[in-house]
């Protein structure tokens, strides 16, 4: 099955900075990758998602790259603020043919803003 | 509210005793899934349904645990015999699937359960 693994675990930035996430995995099959963000006691939340036919998605300050080959894929934060503090958790997942299966997750990273 | 629920929020029960848990997914939803979250971890995968058909459950941690969705609504996720190690978070999340695009999956706010 799918192994999905995340590094730092934890995070710690100057506001303003940029944070790099960084997850591999090992399924050549997956082809979905999301990144949830969780806030402490609550619900994971997507913040943004990529699929094996793009390399790079941005939205505003969050930018996704995806190395199929290498089989990694990376989130960056620009110009954090104290809001970006939380979890930051990667996935993968194969598309079965109508949708994703279940996702594989990785450990998490805490991202802590210093103000 | 239209997200998705789970009911109920927080469960504490005793060793051996059989707790179920309820999911209402976002109402055009096809697919719902239920995840396993301990402290310090991801969700991990447990099981999931399209409509009423259950398309994965071999992911489900032991033979204690099981899920239904019988009209192809809300699911329910039973564990019976509950053990000290059963104490997790349990998350419930649904997805609308097109013919070709993989949708976001969208999670409840979870169900807590403690195993005394």
């Known amino acids: 099955g799918e192994n999905v693994e995340q590094h730092p675990s934890t995070l710690s930035v100057q506001e303003g900075d940029s944070a790099v996430i960084k997850c591999t995995y090992s399924?050549?099959?997956?082809?979905?990758f999301p990144w949830y963000k969780q806030e402490l006691g609550k619900r994971p939340q997507l913040i943004i998602d990529?699929?094996?036919?793009?390399g790079e998605k941005k939205d505003q300050r969050i930018a996704v790259t995806l190395n199929k080959t290498a089989k990694h894929f990376s989130l960056h934060i620009t110009e954090t603020q104290p809001e970006d503090s939380a979890v930051y958790f990667c996935?993968?997942?194969?598309?079965?043919?109508?949708?994703?299966?279940?996702?594989?997750f990785g450990k998490g990273t805490h991202l802590i803003i210093q103000p | 509210d239209t997200g998705v629920s789970q009911d109920p929020r927080h469960k504490i029960t005793k060793r051996g005793q059989n707790v179920t848990f309820r999911c209402d997914p976002i109402?055009?939803?096809?697919?719902l899934y239920w995840y396993r979250q301990t402290l310090g971890q991801g969700p991990e995968f447990l099981t999931y349904?399209?409509?009423?058909?259950?398309?994965?459950k071999s992911r489900l941690l032991s033979d204690r645990f099981s899920a239904e969705r019988p009209k192809g609504s809300f699911s329910t996720l039973e564990i019976q015999r509950t053990e000290q190690g059963d104490s997790a978070m349990y998350l419930c999340?649904?997805?609308?699937?097109?013919?070709?695009?993989?949708?976001?999956?969208?999670f409840g706010p979870g169900t807590r359960l403690t195993v005394l």
């Open positions: 999340a649904s997805s609308i699937t097109g013919t070709s695009v993989i949708d976001e999956q969208f």
């Open positions: 399924d050549s099959a997956s082809n979905y």
């Open positions: 990529i699929r094996s036919n793009v």
């Open positions: 996935a993968a997942s194969p598309d079965s043919g109508g949708g994703a299966d279940g996702l594989t």
């Open positions: 109402s055009e939803h096809n697919r």
């Open positions: 349904f399209q409509n009423e058909a259950q398309l994965e």
